[in-house]
Structure formats: C-alpha cells, structure tokens
C-alpha cells in the first residue's frame, strides 16, 4: 500500500481528463481501498498511522471528483447517511474527534466535520438544515461536557431532538453522562463509535 | 544519590535550541486577541490573519531568566508551606482530576462509577491524612453538579478547602479563579497583599498541542497571573498524533509550548512564580489510546526535570501513574516505573498517585498503595551512606565471624533507619494466611474505610468558614 496522495490526485484528473464514470470510480476505487484498509485495522493488521493516511490519499482524490460530479448533477451516494461530527463548544482538541471522523467516513457515513469549538446553536443549525441521520460532539474537558447536555436541551427546545441520533465521546465522556443527559449513545473510542453508530443505523 | 540523566547537558541545550527554532519559525497560533497583543509589544512577530505568533530567542531567553527558581507553596495551614527549588528533591500530589472513581467493597468487589461531591471531600481528606503528599490536585470532579444552577468548581474547590490544608493545584472554572483569591482572602481577615503573597493554588496551563494557545488558556495565564499563583506551563503532547513519533521531537513541541507559556506568564507579571510542567506522552498507535504507564511516560517526565534543571525553573510533571483499569500486577509495576525515572531525575513535584485508567478513575485505594510505594522509592532515591560509622569495620571485628549483628546496641538503634512498608507484606505465608489472605488492595481499603472514619482535618475557623460558605452562597447567585 501506498498511501500516495500525489498518485491519488493524478487517477482523479486522469479519470476527469478521460470522462470516465465518476461514480464508479469512486465506489469500486477509492471506496473499496479504504473500506480494504478499514477491514486490515477492524483485523489489527493495520493501525491509526496507516488508516489516517489512506484517508488523506482518498480524500486528495474524492475532492476532485466531487466538483465534477456536483456538476452533472450525480452523487456517489450517501452510504450509511449522513453524519454530522464537532468538538463541541469552548473545547478546541480535536485529534480525537477527527480520527472518529475518518473512521465513520471509512466505514461508509457520509461524513460533515464541521471542525472544534463549535457553538450548540450552531450545531442544531446543521442538524435542521443538513438533516442528518446522526450527529456526534465531542468533549475533552469536564467544563466543556457540560454543553454536551446544553445540546441535547436545545434539540429538543426547537423541536429536532427525535430527528437524529446524538453521539457523545471524549476521554471524561461515560455511559452514565450519556444516560443522565439523555444522549443516544456513547462511544469510548472511535471502533466502538463506528460499531454501535452502524449498528444503531442499520436498525 | 547523583541526579539521573536521561537528557545530557547537551541535550537539553540541542532541545531548547530546537525549541526555539521552533517557536522562530513555525510559531504558535494564538486564539486570544489580547494575547497576542501582549505578545506583540513585547516583541513577538504577529500575522493578526492566521493568528500565529513567532517568538524571538532573545525574549524567550529573557523571560526564562524571569522565573523564580524557587518559591514557597502554602495552603491554608502555614505550617506544612514547602520551598520549591528546581534543584530539590521531588515532591508528591495526588493524581486529579478524575471523571470516576473506582472502589473496593469489603468482599474485594471492585467497581466503577461516576464522581459526585461528596467524593471530592473524601478523597481529599484521605491525602491530607497522608504525610508523604506535599501539596494535591483537585482529586475528582463533582460530575452530580454539572448542569446544575451550582457553581460546580467553586462547590468542589469549597470540598477541598475543608477537608485539605496544604497548597493545591486546582480544577477552576476559566473565568472563575476571582473565587479562588476571595477563598484565601477569608483566610487573612480580607487582606489583599497578604493573599496575593501566599497563594493556595497552582493553575494549571494547558497548550493545546500542536502549537495552540486557546482561550481556556488564556484566561487561566491571565486571572492566574493578576492573583500571583504558581502557574504550571504544561506541555501535554502525545507522540504520533499531537507531536512528532519520536520522544525528542514530542520533547521539542512540548518545551516549545512550556516556554511559550513562560514567555506570556512573565510578560503579564514579571517574577511570577512558574512551574515547568509536563504530562506528555505517547499516543499508543496500536491501542489508540494516550498511555500514562509507559516507559515513555516516565522518560518524557524525568527529561522535563532534566530541562528544569537545565533553565533552573522547578518542574512538575507526571509521576506514578498507569493504564491498568483495576488494582493489579500492571498498576504495581507501571506505578513504579513512571515514579521512580522522575524521582531519581530530581523533578520538583509529580502528580499520578491514586489514578487508575490512564487518568480517569481515582481509587482511594490505590492512593494508599501509592503513598506505600512512594516511601519505598524515597528510600531508594537517598541511595547508600558511606562513612567509617555504615561501613561498620569496628562492629564486624566485634561480632567476628559467625557471630550475630542481632543484639548489636547499633543495630537496635537503626531500627527505623530501615524500609517499611505499610500497606505491602513481608511476613511469611502461614502468617498471611491467619491473618486472611489480604493482597494489598484489601489492606488499603480497610485503612481507606479507617482514615475516613478516624482522621481528622484541622478545622478551619468559624468566622472564615462562614465567609467561605458566603462565597459559595454568592457564585450560586451568578448566572
């Protein structure tokens, strides 16, 4: 494996060059790489390192791809749905929250990171406008937590709290906090995130 | 016994110069416009677009030079203040701040839970009781407050402030360490200058690595600064993910946003007292989680009392701690491993004992076992004494051979001269047996169950307590 990033984007010019079919190219190429890669670190045969880097050699493509396809109108489709993914207001670590990013993108989400320190009313903006089927925010302070339960408050004030599935993580983030502020669930790292955010979509 | 060195004198100059190529070149992006204003009429180039910060060598050089290389810590009893010096022997605090707490029953079940306020007292009362602590960490957050119309850190710090007497690095609220100052102000009948004189509380400062100074920080340097408390300039970074893979290069980013941090403390308030501090680690790229009972903990922690040593500027960092969920062999062993590197390296104050679960769950237990430990490690750090009284010529010519030194007057009078231990065995196995098969998880939670009914923390005077509770009674007000 190669993780060439470089390589990535000269398969997505060339496919754009040659009118090829987008969709398919990234489905059966680019999808079906990391989704390989996803299953080499589900096996411990890969890890973070390799995974991350597969994700930034995807991406250097899809990005390319993806303005070509908004064009024709097409999609490469929403796979798992829609996920929206923060570190939530007055928290700005945002390692954790990006590895659980990638993670949910490998294994097939549709995913909006809309980056750290975001406002809970921002956050419920999306939840409206984008109309996702999840949305996770994570925390790595005890003073941030709080607007973890701030959020799930808000959804609920402005009428969207049973339209989507709230995820909470970071390192003081447990069941017990999920359960107290009424979260969906609670992931202690990013497998279990994807193991129970696609166990939890597919019903 | 000699400090040990993990870092040489040369490298800990090739890292401080590496460092400051660092903050020359890349910089640090700075979140907090007055900040970075600070920064910028001391020297600093700013790009005011990107919000990064470059810092000349000269202005961090000088500010370096600025930090007391010692100063006096205190807490609400004069009596066991400690003089920090960057070239003393290490100090102890406990670990903090956990999220759960993790307790024996008397059947040796163990469990986990969530932390509420009651536990903040309890924790704290149980290390005030133990001598070999120097000063504590807020132990444990009141998790049952949060969201509550309670103003949680105050609650807690009030928890901490009956149960505990000595000098404390604590888990404020940013914003709200204005508490803090009227806290220590009850204790001097009001008086400002003495309170700002004897802070009870070190801030911790935490970067955001790599290379980020958010707002949380920022208030925390400045409310820390205008009150005159120790601030600790805390390097967090984690191999692999927040810093470079190697344990140099994470020591290079690490000491960048330490002496960043120094650069900034000095500049709001020249003189302040500053800790060098670090709770580095790796990310573990196979586990996918930040490891604190590694050996590279403990090396990134004894090379920060190296490099403290080096700009002569005390150093608090992480000391026993471990990635065991439970009290086991993995606890035991990686408690040791990561106390006894920077104990040897001479830093001036550790944090870990009493944590389990790489820093989430505090056992009053293991604290005990910690405090055990931790008086076996001293032992060991003072080394051997050689002189003509231990090398004991006259008393082996006097017990000759196959004699006894048993009934020897000098070896009656050494008795407490040797190591022992408190919560861990050395009787013989039929003895242990009578006795009920305790390990030393089960000998510490009796003594845990005795100190909380039995030990007594000096009780503060009712005029400040009612001050103190007036405090609280007025954050409560403010929404």
Redesign the interface.
């Known amino acids: 494996m190669a993780y060439d990033q470089k390589a990535s984007a000269e398969v997505a010019k060339e496919a754009i060059a040659a009118k090829v079919d987008l969709v398919n190219l990234i489905q059966e190429g680019y999808t079906a790489g990391i989704q390989e890669v996803g299953d080499l670190y589900q096996a411990k045969k890969l890890f973070l390192p390799h995974i991350m880097s597969a994700a930034n050699a995807m991406n250097a493509g899809v990005n390319l791809l993806t303005p070509e396809l908004e064009k024709s109108g097409k999609s490469a489709g929403e796979g798992l749905g829609k996920f929206v993914i923060c570190t939530i207001e007055g928290d700005i670590h945002s390692i954790g929250k990006d590895i659980v990013a990638i993670m949910l993108k490998v294994a097939g989400f549709n995913v909006v990171n809309m980056g750290r320190d975001i406002p809970v009313k921002d956050i419920v903006a999306a939840v409206k406008n984008e109309k996702p089927k999840a949305v996770g925010t994570s925390a790595l302070m005890t003073s941030t937590m709080v607007n973890q339960k701030t959020f799930e408050e808000l959804l609920k004030e402005e009428g969207v709290r049973d339209k989507v599935i709230t995820n909470i993580g970071g390192a003081p983030c447990t069941q017990q906090w999920c359960d107290e502020i009424g979260a969906d669930v609670y992931s202690e790292n990013a497998t279990d995130c994807v193991n129970k955010m696609v166990a939890k979509v597919k019903g | 016994m000699q400090r040990l060195e993990v870092l040489s004198k040369s490298d800990c100059k090739a890292i401080h110069e590496a460092a400051l190529q660092v903050l020359e070149r890349t910089g640090i992006k700075v979140?907090d416009q007055k900040q970075r204003n600070v920064l910028k009429e001391n020297g600093c180039n700013v790009d005011e677009k990107s919000m990064v910060v470059k810092y000349p060598a000269s202005l961090v050089n000088d500010c370096l030079k600025k930090c007391p290389p010692s100063f006096t810590i205190t807490g609400r009893d004069k009596k066991k203040a400690k003089k920090i010096s960057y070239d003393d022997s290490m100090g102890f605090a406990n670990f903090g701040?956990a999220?759960?707490i993790g307790t024996l029953d008397d059947d040796g079940r163990y469990s986990v839970?969530?932390t509420t306020i009651s536990d903040v007292g309890t924790a704290a009362k149980i290390v005030d009781s133990l001598s070999n602590f120097d000063m504590g960490v807020t132990p444990c957050?009141a998790?049952d407050l949060?969201?509550t119309n309670k103003k949680k850190?105050v609650h807690e710090q009030y928890e901490v402030m009956l149960n505990f007497t000595k000098h404390s690095m604590s888990?404020w609220?940013?914003g709200n360490l204005h508490y803090a100052f009227e806290f220590e102000k009850a204790f001097f009948g009001g008086d400002e200058e003495e309170a700002l004189k004897n802070p009870f509380y070190t801030i911790g400062a935490p970067s955001?690595s790599p290379l980020?100074f958010?707002?949380?920080f920022d208030t925390f340097v400045q409310e820390a600064t205008k009150f005159h408390m120790p601030v600790n300039a805390m390097g967090m970074v984690?191999s692999?993910?927040?810093g470079p893979v190697f344990t140099a290069g994470n020591l290079v980013v690490a000491i960048a946003e330490s002496i960043a941090t120094i650069v900034y403390v000095q500049c709001l308030n020249p003189g302040n007292p500053t800790w060098i501090g670090s709770s580095g680690t790796i990310?573990d790229?196979?586990a996918?989680?930040?490891a604190c009972g590694c050996p590279e903990r403990a090396l990134i922690s004894a090379a920060y009392a190296n490099m403290g040593n080096f700009y002569k500027i005390p150093s608090f960092i992480a000391g026993p701690e471990t990635d065991s969920k439970t009290i086991d062999a993995q606890s035991g062993h990686e408690k040791t491993l990561t106390g006894i590197l920077p104990l040897l390296s001479k830093a001036s104050m550790c944090f870990g004992p009493g944590m389990l679960e790489s820093?989430?769950t505090f056992s009053p237990e293991q604290l005990l076992i910690d405090d055990d430990a931790i008086s076996m490690m001293r032992f060991a750090e003072a080394g051997i004494s050689v002189n003509d009284l231990t090398l004991s010529v006259d008393d082996i010519a006097e017990v000759g051979p196959g004699g006894d030194f048993l009934a020897l007057k000098i070896t009656m009078d050494n008795i407490d001269g040797q190591s022992t231990p408190d919560i861990f065995s050395r009787t013989g196995i039929d003895e242990w047996i009578g006795a009920g098969r305790k390990d030393a998880a089960m000998v510490a939670h009796e003594r845990a169950k005795d100190i909380v009914k039995n030990y007594e923390v000096d009780p503060i005077d009712k005029d400040v307590l009612k001050s103190l509770q007036a405090i609280v009674t007025k954050a409560d007000k403010v929404q």
């Open positions: 979140l701040t999220v759960k839970r969530s957050s998790l949060m969201g850190d888990d609220t940013p955001t980020t958010g707002h949380t984690l692999g993910a927040s990310l790229l196979k996918g989680t930040a820093g989430l």
